[in-house]
């Protein structure tokens, strides 16, 4: 049975009808405005979505100069990325079409640059500065969901019809880590007032797959019995001799978050010096230390750039040879090294002491700020 709209304005009950948007961007605006418009009612308490991007542009290859355009991109209150694309009921492109282009964007999600989403988000959220999504846990977080491929896909429309629905609902029933669902939007007025309806469309239950996918603290132990059950003993082997020679000098090692892939911190007080995770690139488990060389120049003393940390870091016997064998990378913000490379003791001594230098250099400016 249908149900008739209405609203009271000086008593009198003022009847509204379903109006269609006058293009899609009037949807798009009022999503990127209201990201909460998206939430399941089933959400838990506290839950919320976050702007990180108005039409955000993916690369469609590292060589290329193409790229496309995503309508929204987001994260959640838990650091799960989330990619939003909007239509309107009378767009005429296939429903296939539509899925596919949504795919195609998540298939690239692991290659993004989490520095460059963190300033954008707070471009876009400036009131979340210092707050707890602005920390280096948060955005490792992130950085965690986006390397194992552990998105929300969102399809925003005035209608889903039911064939896109039903692609939905097969999506969401068989990637494992990526929840797919519909929300429609839809929009009522009557002279002065506008109404907005959000109704989910497909997808499975959010508490039963947020149970299915409950976060693990990553122990030490818990981190050596995963790279052991993927045949990474070398990974095995530095991650111990990074965690004993932590404890030396005094640096905490901290287990990590995450649903699926293992992951542990390096700190120095509050300060990540580095993050140790494995997870899976094409069919191989990378286990990797990541350098985010931003926050840590925010703490060394002047005279540190951007490329004096990274050669510091990068001073290694097998550094070129690395590098040439892509066990060795840098993007604008991080510097990523395959613990292959440390399992030469060569190389694990010369990390060891860059790290050392580094942590010497921290002590030196907090030294002449405790004195002025």
Same mark, same amino acid.
């Given at each position: 049975?249908?149900?008739?709209?209405?609203?009271?304005?000086?008593?009198?009950?003022?009847?509204?009808?379903?109006?269609?948007?006058?293009?899609?961007?009037?949807?798009?605006?009022?999503?990127?405005?209201?990201?909460?418009?998206?939430?399941?009612?089933?959400?838990?308490?506290?839950?919320?979505?976050?702007?990180?991007?108005?039409?955000?542009?993916?690369?469609?290859?590292?060589?290329?100069?193409?790229?496309?355009?995503?309508?929204?991109?987001?994260?959640?209150?838990?650091?799960?990325?989330?990619?939003?694309?909007?239509?309107?009921?009378?767009? /005429?492109?296939?429903?296939?079409?539509? &899925?596919?282009?949504?795919?195609?964007? $998540?298939? =690239? !999600? #692991?290659?993004?640059? *989490?520095?460059?989403?963190?300033?954008?988000?707070?471009?876009?959220?400036?009131?979340?500065?210092?707050?707890?999504?602005?920390?280096?846990?948060?955005?490792?977080?992130?950085?965690?969901?986006?390397?194992?491929?552990?998105?929300?896909?969102?399809?925003?429309?005035?209608?889903?019809?039911?064939?896109?629905?039903?692609?939905?609902?097969?999506?969401?029933?068989?990637?494992?880590?990526?929840?797919?669902?519909?929300?429609?939007?839809?929009?009522?007025?009557?002279?002065?007032? /506008?109404?907005?309806?959000?109704?989910? &469309?497909?997808?499975?239950?959010?508490? $039963?797959? =947020? !149970? #299915?996918?409950?976060? *693990?603290?990553?122990?030490?132990?818990?981190?050596?019995?995963?790279?052991?059950?993927?045949?990474?003993?070398?990974?095995?082997?530095?991650?111990?001799?990074?965690?004993?020679?932590?404890?030396?000098?005094?640096?905490?090692?901290?287990?990590?978050?995450?649903?699926?892939?293992?992951?542990?911190?390096?700190?120095?007080?509050?300060?990540?010096?580095?993050?140790?995770?494995?997870?899976?690139?094409?069919?191989?488990?990378?286990?990797?230390?990541?350098?985010?060389?931003?926050?840590?120049?925010?703490?060394?003393?002047?005279?540190?750039?951007?490329?004096?940390?990274?050669?510091?870091?990068?001073?290694?016997?097998?550094?070129?040879?690395?590098?040439?064998?892509?066990?060795?990378?840098?993007?604008?913000?991080?510097?990523?090294?395959?613990?292959?490379?440390?399992?030469?003791?060569?190389?694990?001594?010369?990390?060891?002491?860059?790290?050392?230098?580094?942590?010497?250099?921290?002590?030196?400016?907090?030294?002449?700020?405790?004195?002025?």
């Amino acid at each position: 049975m249908g149900s008739n709209l209405y609203y009271v304005k000086d008593g009198r009950a003022v009847e509204m009808s379903e109006q269609p948007y006058s293009e899609e961007k009037v949807l798009q605006d009022i999503i990127a405005q209201n990201p909460n418009i998206l939430l399941r009612s089933s959400e838990p308490d506290g839950a919320r979505l976050f702007l990180v991007a108005q039409e955000f542009s993916i690369a469609e290859g590292g060589d290329s100069s193409n790229s496309y355009a995503i309508d929204h991109l987001m994260i959640d209150q838990e650091g799960t990325p989330v990619l939003v694309e909007v239509k309107r009921s009378s767009d /005429t492109r296939s429903r296939r079409e539509v &899925v596919a282009q949504m795919l195609d964007y $998540a298939s =690239r !999600a #692991s290659t993004w640059d *989490v520095g460059k989403l963190r300033e954008s988000f707070l471009h876009k959220n400036v009131s979340m500065a210092g707050s707890e999504y602005d920390t280096d846990d948060f955005w490792g977080r992130v950085a965690n969901c986006l390397r194992a491929e552990r998105l929300r896909l969102v399809f925003a429309a005035d209608l889903i019809p039911d064939t896109l629905k039903t692609l939905i609902e097969f999506l969401n029933r068989n990637l494992a880590d990526i929840e797919v669902y519909g929300v429609e939007i839809r929009q009522y007025q009557a002279q002065d007032a /506008t109404l907005l309806t959000s109704g989910i &469309v497909g997808g499975g239950s959010v508490d $039963a797959r =947020r !149970a #299915s996918l409950r976060s *693990v603290e990553w122990d030490a132990d818990a981190f050596s019995a995963y790279l052991l059950d993927h045949d990474r003993k070398d990974a095995v082997e530095v991650s111990q001799e990074l965690q004993a020679f932590s404890a030396e000098h005094g640096l905490s090692c901290q287990p990590g978050q995450g649903t699926k892939f293992p992951s542990f911190l390096i700190k120095r007080g509050q300060l990540r010096i580095l993050t140790a995770s494995s997870w899976v690139r094409g069919n191989r488990h990378v286990c990797t230390l990541e350098f985010c060389i931003r926050d840590l120049l925010e703490h060394l003393p002047d005279g540190w750039s951007d490329e004096r940390l990274r050669a510091t870091l990068t001073d290694l016997p097998g550094a070129n040879a690395a590098r040439m064998s892509k066990l060795l990378w840098d993007t604008p913000h991080y510097l990523y090294i395959e613990m292959r490379v440390l399992a030469s003791a060569e190389d694990m001594e010369a990390l060891k002491g860059a790290i050392l230098g580094i942590c010497g250099a921290l002590s030196e400016k907090q030294n002449n700020i405790s004195i002025t």
